[in-house]
């Protein structure tokens, strides 16, 4: 089982990049980020609530920067991945995605 979660998650990339070059069209780049992150939201919510509220005071003094690290990881990266979708392939969005790791390992080195 240990083997099958890393592929499960990149089985959800490959369908998410999937997803996202197919609605590339259709729907605008940040409507697709909002509606993700959305239903995230409502499917999280009730599992991480308790968590959350019984550290509440570890989590105030870094709420800084959990925000911006939200704002960067999460709602920068993937508009620009959407809008990516527009201008090239599922499969060089799926190969520059892929490095991502790689390069904020390197990045972080540097």
Do not use: D
């Not at 070059?21 to 239903?39: D, H, N, Q, T």
């Not at 920068?76 to 809008?83: I, T």
């Not at 979708?85 to 892929?98: D, K, P, R």
């Amino acid at each position: 089982m240990q083997y099958a979660f890393p592929l499960i998650t990149v089985l959800i990339w490959a369908i998410n990049t999937a997803v996202t070059k197919a609605s590339a069209g259709v729907i605008f780049p940040a409507e697709i980020g909002f509606y993700r992150w959305a239903l995230a939201g409502l499917l999280f919510t009730p599992f991480m609530l308790g968590p959350v509220w019984a550290n509440r005071a570890a989590i105030r003094p870094v709420l800084g920067k959990i925000f911006i690290l939200a704002v960067l990881g999460t709602a920068l990266y993937q508009s620009l991945a959407y809008f990516a979708a527009s201008l090239t392939t599922a499969t060089n969005m799926g190969i520059i995605q892929s490095m991502v790791p790689m390069m904020a390992l390197g990045l972080s080195i540097a």
